[in-house]
């Protein structure tokens, strides 16, 4: 065998040593390539490691059901501070602020904190995400305007977060919702104001100028990434959902609807918005889903509608939708997006959760049970 060996290398006109060397640099380029693909696995989720770990360790301070259960049953709004105070996460920002500011505030410095740590791949869908606290308080500057709110009261409305922050507490003295409109000239939001004023001058509400602000803001989540697109997308048909179901509870027609609803969603293409749009009543729009995956979500809520006639109870099943969908990426992508997803998702639901629980303490006599069951649970 060695000598029919030796023959072949002879006859191939090649030295024993070169042949020899031959086989080192096969060896070493085969060693590179299998180094490669065994690594490549290991590179792509490398980005995500250290942000990952960052909120896999806030994730660990929210409240449990049991931490819930115990808000729930404090017997007014000073003992629900009282016991937010004694978390860390609350504690300093509600030294300074009200308890619905700082539930506001802790939420922007959730989606700030995101933006800051997530991976340059698809870290502009965060910061897109973290734009809500500006949008947030630019409608409560035109719904001030809107009702003539004094300064005093206009400047308690506002999040001392966001890039626009200074700027818009500059217009608490504007004349009106016009003079907002035009005095943020040069920022972001200006043309999509500015191109809604006229139905605001028509109708004199500012839910023309909101929503032109809200499709602004899912426009750009879903040209920000590819990355999670269709979470993305996911998102966007709950808002167009919710938006169609409270437009339907106030007996508004396809072509009050349509301006403000925004396609290329995840299951509700097209032609299936615009037959929901067109639907008489919320009752249709919720029957329209037949065949979707929001078709189950929304049929279950429906006793309670008929009961109270609330849509409340439908835009509670679809948070609660969307925070379980959120959560179960986490569980299915734990070494890359999954768990930055899951976090915001639980945040935005906690602060919610604790919303709800300051309004009805500030009610007297108002009942645990149906606080709980005013509750978003993601079990």
């Known amino acids: 065998m060695a000598d029919e060996i030796a023959t072949l290398i002879s006859s191939a006109g090649l030295t024993n040593e070169t042949f020899l060397v031959l086989c080192v640099i096969a060896v070493i380029v085969i060693g590179a390539i299998v180094v490669i693909i065994t690594s490549r ?34 017997n007014n709004v000073h003992e629900f501070e009282n016991y937010l105070k004694g978390v860390p996460d609350y504690a300093d920002v509600l030294e300074e602020y009200p308890v619905d500011k ?29 734009k809500k606290t500006d949008i947030n308080n630019i409608k409560s500057l035109l719904t001030a305007k809107e009702v003539g709110l004094t300064e005093e ?36 939001y200006a043309t999509v104001l500015e191109d809604a004023l006229p139905k605001y001058e028509n109708s004199g509400m500012v839910l023309a100028l909101e929503s032109a602000l809200d499709k602004y803001y899912l426009e750009s989540l ?6 999670p697109a269709d979470e993305n997308k996911q998102i966007l048909d709950i808002a ?13 027609s396809y072509d009050d609807i349509a301006p403000y609803i925004l396609e290329d969603g995840y299951q509700l293409r097209e032609w299936k918005l615009k037959d929901l749009m067109e639907s008489p009543d919320v009752t249709n729009v919720i029957s329209g889903l037949e065949g979707t995956k929001y078709s189950d979500v929304l049929t279950d809520a429906m006793a309670k509608y008929n009961e109270n006639a609330s849509i409340a109870v439908f835009e509670k099943a679809l948070d609660a939708y ?3 969908s959120a959560k179960s990426l986490s569980m299915k992508k734990p ?3 999954g768990p930055i997803i899951g976090y915001v998702s639980q945040k935005e639901t906690e602060i919610k959760n604790l919303k709800i629980i300051a309004r009805a303490k500030r009610e007297a006599g108002f009942p645990n049970s149906k606080i709980m069951e005013m509750l978003i649970w993601v079990l």
Do not use: H, W
């Open 41 to 74: 696995p290991i590179l792509d989720i490398y980005p995500y490691l250290t942000p990952s770990a960052s909120v896999r360790a806030r994730k660990g301070r929210l409240f449990d059901e049991k931490q819930l259960s115990e808000i729930v049953e404090t």
């Open 102 to 130: 700082a539930l506001d505030i802790q939420c922007a410095d959730t989606y700030e904190f995101v933006a800051r740590i997530a991976p340059k791949e698809i870290r502009s869908s965060f910061v897109v995400m973290s």
């Open 153 to 188: 009261e206009t400047e308690d409305l506002l999040i001392p977060r966001g890039v626009l922050y200074e700027d818009l507490r500059s217009l608490i003295d504007a004349d009106g919702v016009t003079d907002v409109v035009t005095s943020l000239d040069g920022t972001e």
């Open 222 to 227: 879903l040209r920000s990434s590819n990355v």
């Open 240 to 252: 167009n959902l919710k938006l169609i179901i409270r437009a339907k509870k106030d007996n508004l």
């Open 322 to 324: 969307l925070s379980k």
């Open 335 to 337: 070494l890359g997006i």
